[in-house]
């Protein structure tokens, strides 16, 4: 029972922010309409938004997992400089390192292109994704994959049909981070693409609520978190059930 | 097993590149230059996104021809968005920029020299000077008026009435705006809520605009005319800093003044806790529709009248492929017709000081007010403003929030770090 | 330990290649080609050119001029970023403490199913959905002595007597913005932490119960080593996102009052868009950056 006293004092402390933001904007309801009617319109933001999100979910969860099942199953040359260059891209500041990729985008010609930034958020995406997968499958028992190359998968059958399957609570917290971090990417966005019909949402919103001299419209920020956040809300509770399932295992300890 | 490996890891690859190549046009990316009418492509920030959307409608659709795509970008992150783009030779062919930084991008020649063009408008005399002073760089022009904020005092007439002072007449120097304040919160203030007056007190840029007018409306200057040299030390600035001091430390001011780092620094005074105080001329038009509100200009100590002309000025970019577009529109935005059927029609401040009075004008005088004082005010000129003023990291911040809540004698130290930060 | 598989079912009974084992180090390699690929593109491709940058003087426009090591020697030369430092590590150093505390005690209330748990574990995740310059507004709103929620909510409680100055000191400042990161991230961390803890076998749970463990011995002996790998990239995570921490600084405090919260990456910001030295802004990356490599492959040593 005290178990469940702290956690609802925690959950108090956790939602209050949100509930009042809520609550705020629900007090001026106009705001949301004037949201919509922003600037390209708000299902221009959310559509490019959701593309965003689809293509760097889908290429981290595809990347990461093929290079996580390398990195804990493989030895090959290389593999300790890769798997560091990858994990220092979380040490470089963000800010620096988007003037250049601006650059290097254009050379490809993804530049003001919502695949290039899709691209660019699955790199950002990639040390936590590569280091989670490659935990998941070292915590696998060899025996698992054993059991499959003796019956004769391949090692990529033995990944695909047995492995993955087994990895599938890191899977989902992989894709889950990918998706909020996409969904709430704010600079990548802002310096990457070059036109408003092709800004995402967190440019929008942004907009919407400065004004003039650093004032910003609380109405309209409170909104606005609301509009971001209830996808995510969502996505977390079906993914949620996924989740328990893959806690079965563990539901016995006390 | 080796080849479908590749295969499968290529796969992966493909499949990002197929999802690429159906989002791409859905997503409307790719800059193609379109067959038919010239395209030009323009950046503004948000703060003044409301202006410009207009009067890129109203060019749009009297403009076969050309026609102009405006992109609005977030205020606070405008300057590393032009950065960027510049570092990429990606800028637009037309974009704005809050006109105290215009020196700046000048220099580093972000700007097309449009010196002749400029020359050969009838009207060229009459383009706003302080923004036209800010567009020039030796002797060459680079930029025009866009659009015009300037800092007023706005009074709250019905809270004057409960206070006992005369709702019709509004302060008329420095002075008499802190009797006036001190007022309202010795016979208002008791709640809590109502507070005498309110300023940004932990925002340069704040500081820059609300207490430099009243330095200029007493004859005094903030820094030589080339930039270089600060003179916030001198009795001119002091007297004002002083004078708000006061005001703060006798909790005239509302009591998150010293924290105020500019977010809702602008939001008490609609709300009507906030008795007088220094406002955006803009957020005239975004108060309360049934609350009285009365504008005055900025005094000095003891009268006179200023403001900050403030806002943004527009100018082609360097690298643009259509200048003669990009000017068609921009030459158009200063035009009688832009400037009197958009601008006054929806109570903007002129960009020109010869049409202040309009057919629209008569409607309220506190706009008349407001356009007047574009040829009294002041917009300083300094290459690194920015990093001086308005960055909260830069040197002007300490040493405001010295004179007003701390230390006053480090003034004259912190004084020279300016002066240092200006000539980098 | 036995094979438990119910999926093994699905199994194809092909035979057996013979050459399975011969080409491991190519099959590995296949594998981590496609991150080799993003990442040597879109990442060391760009960082040469910052490192390129970082010894020229590199303007807005127009062309760049050698100009080495002169980028670097302005490093010694700024207090600001000196005094960043300091902070910097002051910051992560409390960050990582408490958001490692907070997290692991969250995924332990919330590891095992029970009635509701879904919700309380929606709850400490929420907050993660909220843009962090977003999140920072809207603790400046929340904590606002004027209009904000939390000082009323608090006297009406008689836990203070009167508003709180919550950014208005240095201490206070840090404080508020390091409840501001724990609230948005310590669920981000608690759900590293349950894919962690799920991954440990229950059998090794079972063992250790039957050996008559207490829970406390439970926890010291079998939960902590083996979460290890998790708490590695927990670490990491949390110490360069702190050594690199910007948004909360820059959009809660603006650095302040007076200067106390400038982070690292602040002064690195105010380099490359106030001052427009994108040069000198490149090289603080760039030591930065060789710093936190350093710092983390000793991390990593140390927790493998």
Not at chain 2, 375 to 391: C, E, I, S, V, W
């Amino acid at each position: 029972m005290s178990r469940y006293l702290t956690l609802s004092a925690l959950a108090v402390l956790f939602l209050f922010p949100l509930v009042w933001s809520g609550y705020a904007s629900l007090e001026e309801p106009s705001n949301y309409l004037e949201m919509a009617r922003f600037g390209e319109g708000l299902g221009t933001y959310a559509t490019n938004s959701v593309l965003v999100s689809v293509m760097t979910v889908a290429g981290t969860l595809v990347i990461s997992a093929l290079g996580g099942y390398g990195f804990a199953r493989f030895d090959f040359p290389g593999k300790n400089v890769l798997f560091l260059a990858t994990l220092a891209i979380l040490m470089v500041p963000y800010a620096t390192i988007l003037i250049p990729l601006y650059v290097l985008l254009g050379y490809l010609g993804l530049q003001n292109s919502l695949v290039g930034l899709s691209l660019v958020l699955v790199m950002f995406q990639l040390p936590f994704a590569l280091f989670m997968m490659r935990n998941a499958f070292e915590a696998l028992p060899r025996e698992l994959e054993e059991a499959a190359l003796v019956d004769g998968c391949g090692t990529f059958r033995a990944f695909a049909r047995i492995l993955l399957h087994a990895v599938r609570p890191a899977l989902i917290t992989v894709g889950l981070f990918a998706f909020l971090a996409s969904w709430n990417d704010f600079f990548a966005p802002l310096i990457l693409l070059n036109d408003g019909a092709s800004f995402t949402l967190p440019v929008a919103v942004v907009s919407m609520t400065q004004h003039t001299f650093g004032a910003i419209d609380y109405g309209m920020l409170q909104a606005g978190v609301m509009v971001m956040a209830v996808p995510c809300l969502i996505l977390f509770i079906v993914l949620q059930r996924h989740y328990v399932r893959g806690f079965m295992s563990g539901a016995l300890r006390g | 097993m080796r080849r479908r490996l590749a295969g499968i890891s290529l796969l992966g690859v493909l499949a990002l590149t197929a999802a690429a190549c159906g989002s791409g046009g859905g997503g409307g990316g790719g800059a193609k230059p379109s067959e038919g009418p010239a395209t030009i492509t323009m950046w503004t920030r948000a703060a003044t996104q409301a202006q410009s959307e207009r009067l890129v409608k109203a060019y749009n659709s009297s403009h076969k021809n050309i026609q102009v795509k405006l992109t609005v970008i977030p205020t606070d992150n405008y300057q590393p968005r032009i950065a960027a783009a510049a570092g990429a030779k990606q800028l637009p062919d037309v974009f704005a920029a809050d006109v105290i930084f215009v020196p700046n991008y000048t220099s580093q020649g972000l700007f097309m020299d449009i010196t002749d063009r400029i020359a050969k408008l009838p009207y060229k005399d009459s383009l706003a000077p302080s923004h036209m002073k800010l567009g020039t760089l030796d002797g060459k022009q680079y930029t025009l008026p866009h659009t015009l904020d300037l800092s007023v005092w706005f009074w709250n007439k019905d809270l004057y009435q409960k206070a006992g002072l005369d709702p019709e007449k509004g302060p008329k120097s420095l002075k008499e705006f802190a009797q006036q304040a001190t007022t309202i919160q010795e016979k208002l203030g008791k709640d809590g809520k109502v507070h005498g007056t309110f300023f940004g007190g932990n925002c340069g840029g704040c500081y820059v605009f609300t207490f430099w007018p009243s330095v200029w409306a007493a004859g005094g200057q903030v820094m030589n005319p080339e930039g270089t040299q600060s003179l916030n030390d001198q009795a001119a600035m002091t007297d004002v800093f002083k004078i708000w001091r006061d005001l703060y430390e006798k909790k005239v001011t509302g009591p998150t003044a010293k924290e105020e780092q500019g977010p809702t620094w602008t939001g008490f005074f609609p709300k009507g806790e906030i008795g007088v105080m220094p406002m955006p001329s803009t957020t005239l038009g975004l108060m309360p529709k049934d609350m009285k509100i009365g504008v005055t200009p900025i005094a000095g100590p003891d009268g006179g009248e200023s403001t900050f002309v403030g806002g943004d000025s527009v100018g082609i970019s360097a690298t643009t492929k259509n200048p003669d577009a990009a000017w068609d529109f921009l030459s158009w935005t200063v035009s009688d017709e832009a400037q009197v059927e958009i601008m006054a029609k929806n109570k903007d401040v002129l960009a020109r000081t010869d049409l202040a009075g309009n057919k629209y004008s008569a409607e309220d005088p506190r706009v008349v007010l407001i356009n007047s004082l574009v040829a009294k005010g002041q917009t300083p000129y300094a290459l690194r403003f920015g990093q001086t003023f308005n960055d909260p990291q830069g040197p002007w911040l300490r040493l405001a929030r010295e004179a007003v809540f701390g230390d006053a004698s480090k003034v004259p130290q912190l004084n020279a770090e300016i002066t240092k930060s200006l000539q980098q | 330990m036995t094979l438990t598989i119910t999926r093994s079912g699905r199994r194809p009974a092909h035979t057996a290649p013979s050459a399975r084992w011969r080409s491991r180090k190519v099959q590995g390699w296949l594998y981590a080609a496609p991150t080799a690929v993003i990442v040597g593109v879109l990442f060391i491709a760009p960082l040469a050119l910052v490192v390129w940058m970082s010894l020229n003087r590199w303007p807005l426009l127009g062309q760049a001029t050698f100009n080495a090591p002169d980028n670097y020697r302005k490093i010694g030369e700024n207090p600001l970023f000196i005094d960043a430092v300091l902070f910097t590590l002051k910051y992560t150093a409390i960050t990582t403490v408490l958001l490692s505390a907070v997290a692991l005690g969250l995924a332990l209330l919330v590891q095992d199913r029970r009635p509701g748990i879904g919700f309380f574990r929606t709850a400490f995740f929420l907050p993660g959905a909220v843009g962090f310059a977003a999140a920072g507004l809207l603790f400046y709103g929340m904590l606002n002595n004027d209009f904000g929620p939390i000082d009323p909510l608090l006297q009406a409680l008689h836990v203070t007597s009167e508003p709180v100055k919550w950014i208005g000191t240095p201490n206070m400042a840090l404080f508020s913005t390091i409840a501001l990161v724990l609230w948005r991230f310590a669920g981000f961390n608690m759900l590293i932490l349950l894919t962690g803890l799920q991954a440990i076998p229950t059998e090794v749970y079972e063992a250790a119960r039957s050996d008559g463990a207490n829970r406390w011995q439970v926890f010291t002996k079998i939960t902590l080593p083996l979460l290890r790998p998790t708490l590695a990239l927990m670490l990491i995570l949390s110490v360069t996102g702190s050594l690199l921490a910007f948004d909360q600084f820059f959009v809660f405090t603006n650095g302040g009052p007076d200067n106390s919260t400038v982070s690292m990456v602040m002064v690195v910001y105010r380099d490359a868009f106030f001052r427009f030295d994108l040069g000198g802004a490149a090289a603080l990356s760039v030591v930065l950056l060789v710093a936190l490599v350093g710092l983390n492959t000793v991390m990593m040593r140390r927790l493998r």
